[in-house]
């Protein structure tokens, strides 16, 4: 099993900046996803990375807004949100999974390996 750990999570105002990591144990290869959950409402897509080459992906409803990067030395990834909004409130979630993120990205199913989420509030 593949321990993904997410990190950075916190309540902000409308306008502010956060920064979330994530660090996996078994980075190198992999697509690495940040999802997002509000209560009620499905698990969606909003950024990917892939770590072999850093091509990123992104949600239409974060571009522009939250930019997805790496440290491969630190087998960590990062999601830079600015300009919050308060639909951006949600469990955020990392996820790996062995491969590329073309194609596939934006579909939960695809990734097997998942942290436990950080709750990001945007008030």
């Known amino acids: 099993q593949v321990q993904v750990v997410e990190s950075g999570g916190d309540s902000v105002q409308a306008g502010g900046s956060l920064r979330l990591s994530c660090v996996t144990a078994?980075?190198?290869?992999?697509?690495m996803g940040w999802f997002r959950q509000a209560p009620g409402k499905e698990r969606e897509g909003v950024a990917a990375?892939?770590?072999?080459?850093?091509?990123?992906y992104y949600a239409d409803s974060v571009k522009g807004r939250f930019t997805i990067s790496q440290d491969n030395a630190k087998n960590t990834a990062y999601l830079q949100m600015n300009s919050l909004l308060p639909e951006d409130t949600a469990m955020y979630y990392c996820?790996?999974?062995?491969?590329?993120?073309?194609?596939?990205?934006?579909?939960?199913?695809?990734?097997?390996?998942w942290g436990q989420g950080t709750q990001v509030t945007v008030s």
């Open positions: 078994t980075y190198s290869g992999h697509c």
């Open positions: 996820a790996a999974d062995l491969g590329g993120c073309a194609g596939r990205w934006f579909r939960s199913a695809e990734y097997k390996y």
């Open positions: 990375i892939n770590t072999v080459d850093s091509r990123t």
